[in-house]
């Protein structure tokens, strides 16, 4: 079973009001509306972040992704679609974050059965 993280803005000890207009407006209210699903955000997310060379902010959002039901293979085909449009650079770059985002999620799953072996 994946651990759910927290949708919450990381900057909560440098600027708290911007924290808290992040976590209510943006985590607590646009991932929330029916219209698209959590996984459908993810997409579209990691689709925009990619496009514009935010490379900051496409490692907690490739994770999210993956937590909300995007497959590795649809993440690959995603940023080898964008190639064409957004440009090399970005692909490869958005390539060395998902390789990492999906060794983390192996090791994390990894983690989390070893847990649950010590526990059983």
């Known amino acids: 079973m994946t651990t759910q ?6 900057w909560g000890d440098i600027a708290p009001d911007l924290t808290e207009i992040s976590d209510r ?3 607590d ?8 699903s959590p996984r459908d955000r993810s997409l579209v997310t ?16 490739m994770k ?4 909300n039901g995007v497959t590795r ?5 995603v940023i080898t679609h964008l190639a064409f ?22 090791q994390n799953r990894t983690t989390s059965k070893e847990q649950e072996n010590a526990n059983a």
């Open 5 to 10: 993280t927290p949708m919450r803005a990381p």
């Open 85 to 106: 449009y957004s440009g090399w650079p970005t692909a490869s770059t958005a390539l060395t974050i998902a390789r990492q985002a999906f060794a983390d999620a192996d």
């Open 25 to 27: 407006v943006l985590f």
């Open 73 to 77: 293979d649809e993440i690959v085909e």
């Open 46 to 61: 990691i689709s925009a972040l990619i496009a514009l060379y935010r490379s900051n902010e496409l490692p907690f959002h």
């Open 64 to 67: 999210k992704a993956l937590e």
């Open 29 to 36: 209210d646009i991932w929330q509306r029916p219209a698209l």
